[in-house]
């Protein structure tokens, strides 16, 4: 199998069966027909939403279970807020107004009547939740607040696609509140490494953690973190945020508290997220042109055992399919057998490949006699034929082998296509090429926008010192204005979903 995961001169003829199209000759077709054929999800009959299917809704049950747990062993707590936001209280912070104000969905009817003020259904909740906060904080005793919530937020955006970007779209959104800088800062952090954690580890997926530029920030914030991936058709995608809002949230909502020397002091807040745009990283990082991917240690389906037989026999066949189901579940493995009849097993295959289950077994009367399986992985071409022990005893090696190999692939991937540049025709020159870019930047509002203009590129972020990838610090000036760069490292800028 090739690098990129079958993009060689037989995928398109066989992508062309599966009725995808090929990644080489229009990637935003591929990624549409893979979320639909896949049933990840469909279209909605509300406009800009999406229906998620019950595929895509194991998978991102999946990622709602891995965070929950670790949210809760960080010492969080979960609660619930309403949908509907006072419109009064998204006006309060002048910065976040500004931010959200053309993104806002308002109700301003109920019934018949008319409200005196109308609600909004919530962008996000900074704001009622610092209401809330100013009726529950009293002393520095009663802090840190360690608080998130699981839900849908609505945002409205012009150009659709699902998981993506979509009116309504699902996430947690974690809020903090702190009675010092230097403990919130420390909050922000913390949930950033939990997020990169879980791309590397859960994800396969490389990642890179840094700062955002101040035209880049979160409405309102003092700071915004983020982990940036590389899809692959070299664009970015911000596939988690962590903020620090120091006290402009907590001035404009009157969240503060008695300080252990008897003084009043506004609490210091954070907020931070991951949506179901994660989901969008995972199909365009890891698929190929036959359909997805799917990182083992989140997929739905880790291994698919599809029975193989005539019709006198069939039946026999899938009660022996489910007792190797059986065998694999006992070591925590999520298996389904196919047992659908009067369908071709290339079809199935097909199918189970366009869906992109890690590892599928076939197990035919042949097989069973001499006490063998057939096994192949969807990251290779080949199949092989094992004992069914070997199989079975084998198969959490074979999936976190598969785990590495797609973050090995994907990693490499984001190496070969982020260069630096030193001059601004180089920097448009690799942006056009489809890559990240690593350039010295002043940091002026005015500049950046007038990059963004000439490419279409936005500043991704800032790596930290301790981040994974391109960490180095360097001195130099901007590509674009030639002022000095305040950073001590290169910008990276690339174009994003």
């Known amino acids: 199998m090739t690098k990129d995961g079958g993009n060689n001169g037989k995928a398109d003829k066989k992508a062309q069966q599966y009725g995808v199209t090929p990644q080489s000759v229009d990637f935003n077709d591929w990624y549409n027909e893979v979320v639909k054929k896949a049933d990840l999800a469909d279209n909605s009959p509300v406009a800009g939403a999406m229906v998620v ?24 707590e979960s609660l619930i807020f309403p949908t509907l936001i006072p419109m009064g209280f998204i006006t309060k912070e002048a910065d976040h107004v500004e931010g959200f104000a053309p993104e806002l969905f308002t109700v301003s009817k109920i019934g018949t009547e008319e409200l005196a003020e109308p609600y909004v259904m919530r962008p996000t909740s900074e ?72 791309c590397r580890d859960m994800l396969a997926l490389p990642v890179v953690r840094g700062e955002k530029t101040a035209s880049e920030r979160f409405a309102g914030a003092v700071a915004t973190y983020s982990i ?18 120091g006290q402009n949230f907590s001035k404009a909502f009157d969240v503060k508290f008695q300080t252990r020397e008897q003084k009043e002091a506004y609490a210091h807040t954070t907020s931070w997220a991951i949506s179901s745009r994660i989901i969008g990283a995972i199909i365009m ?5 036959f359909g997805l991917i799917m990182p083992p240690r989140i997929a739905p389906i880790q291994v698919v055992v599809i029975p193989v ?3 006198d026999n069939f039946d026999a066949m899938v009660e022996e399919g489910e007792k190797l189901a059986a065998e694999l579940r006992a070591q925590g493995i999520r298996v389904k057998v196919d047992k659908r009849d009067g369908v071709t097993n290339g079809f199935k295959y097909n199918d189970w490949e366009l869906k992109g289950v890690p590892v599928r077994i076939e197990l035919g009367p042949r097989d069973l006699e001499q006490g063998v399986v057939v096994v192949k992985n969807r990251n290779g071409k080949d199949k092989e034929t094992l004992g069914r022990n070997e199989a079975v005893s084998g198969m959490t090696a074979r ?19 982020t260069v630096k540049a030193d001059s601004y025709e180089d920097l448009q020159a690799a942006i056009e090429g489809g890559n990240w870019v690593r350039a010295f930047h002043c940091g002026d509002a005015a500049c950046e926008k007038s990059i963004k203009d000439d490419t279409k590129a936005t500043t991704r972020n800032i790596p930290l010192d301790d981040a994974e990838f391109f960490n180095e610090r360097e001195e130099g000036r901007c590509v674009k204005c030639d002022q000095p760069s ?5 910008v990276i800028f690339g174009r994003q979903y």
């Open 53 to 76: 299917r019950p595929y895509g809704a194991a998978l991102w049950e999946n990622v709602q279970r891995w965070l929950d747990d670790r949210f809760k062993a960080t010492g969080h």
């Open 127 to 198: 704001t009622i939740i610092g209401h809330m906060w100013s009726g529950w904080l009293n002393s520095y005793r009663d802090l840190p607040f360690l608080h998130y919530q699981w839900g849908s937020v609505f945002r409205a955006e012009l150009r659709t696609k699902a998981f993506l970007r979509t009116s309504e779209f699902f996430w947690h959104e974690g809020h903090t509140a702190h009675a010092d800088e230097g403990e919130a800062r420390g909050e922000v952090r913390q949930q950033l490494d939990v997020y990169h954690e879980f």
């Open 228 to 245: 940036e991936g590389m899809m692959r058709d070299g664009k970015a995608l911000q596939s988690g945020t962590s903020h620090y809002l």
């Open 285 to 289: 990082t890891h698929g190929d042109d």
């Open 309 to 311: 037989g005539r019709k």
């Open 399 to 417: 999936l976190d082998a598969i785990h590495t190999w797609l973050l090995d692939r994907a990693t490499d991937y984001m190496m070969e296509h």
């Open 486 to 490: 305040p950073y001590g490292k290169r």
